[in-house]
């Protein structure tokens, strides 16, 4: 008889961080070298086959895919540490970025669970209040999305403020992301290396 191999003990994701951080980052850079290249003015009526909205769209798609797979790296490591706190399946956990509408709110609640079980014991302590952190995260994200909206169909389309206000809201939510990201990575990095990652259940024993 031989006892079951040990579950690995996982790893904070500082590499995937790493990569998230940088790609929000660089799409920040993308978006503010669109606008300087088109002015405030017609951004929405961009030629398609032009190099500053294949670069942008190219951006948009990468920042979006190194983001999920820390949050979905995040999100499997919080489980380990908090069993019982992080709400939902983790195909939830990607698609809920993805699906119009639904990603305006969805997401938040989910960033919400994986930075509270991200802290060993989570599941124990009392409710913990929204993360301010996130909150602001999440409120300069959906403002930049809805004056996107107005400055793109629904607005004036020369109207310079409301498009200025925008890229601001995006550079904040930008600022804002690489620092939840942080938050979240470090804490998880703390509760492994306290120990704290929950037991794989126990097996039957195998035949040696």
Do not use: K
Not at 1 to 24: D, E, H, I, N, S
Not at 161 to 176: K, P
């Amino acid at each position: 008889m031989t006892a079951p191999a040990p579950t690995p003990v996982p790893r904070a994701p500082w590499a995937a961080a790493r990569c998230a951080q940088f790609a929000v980052v660089a799409a920040v850079a993308v978006e503010l070298t669109r606008a300087v290249h088109v002015g405030p003015r017609a951004r929405q009526v961009l030629p398609a086959g032009s190099w500053v909205t294949t670069l942008y769209l190219w951006g948009t798609v990468l920042t979006t895919a190194v983001f999920l797979v820390w949050f979905a790296r995040c999100r499997r490591t919080a489980v380990l540490l908090s069993p019982g706190v992080v709400r939902g399946s983790a195909a939830w956990g990607v698609l809920a970025w993805l699906i119009p509408v639904v990603g305006l709110w969805a997401p938040r609640p989910l960033v919400q669970d994986v930075l509270r079980a991200s802290t060993p014991g989570a599941r124990d302590a009392a409710p913990a209040r929204s993360d301010t952190l996130v909150d602001l995260w999440w409120a300069a994200w959906v403002a930049h999305a809805l004056f996107t909206v107005v400055c793109n169909g629904y607005g004036a389309p020369g109207s310079p403020a409301l498009t200025v206000a925008a890229d601001v809201l995006y550079g904040a939510a930008a600022v804002l992301a690489v620092a939840v990201i942080q938050r979240i990575t470090a804490r998880q990095a703390a509760g492994i290396a306290a120990g704290a990652v929950a037991p794989a259940p126990a097996g039957p024993p195998q035949p040696s």
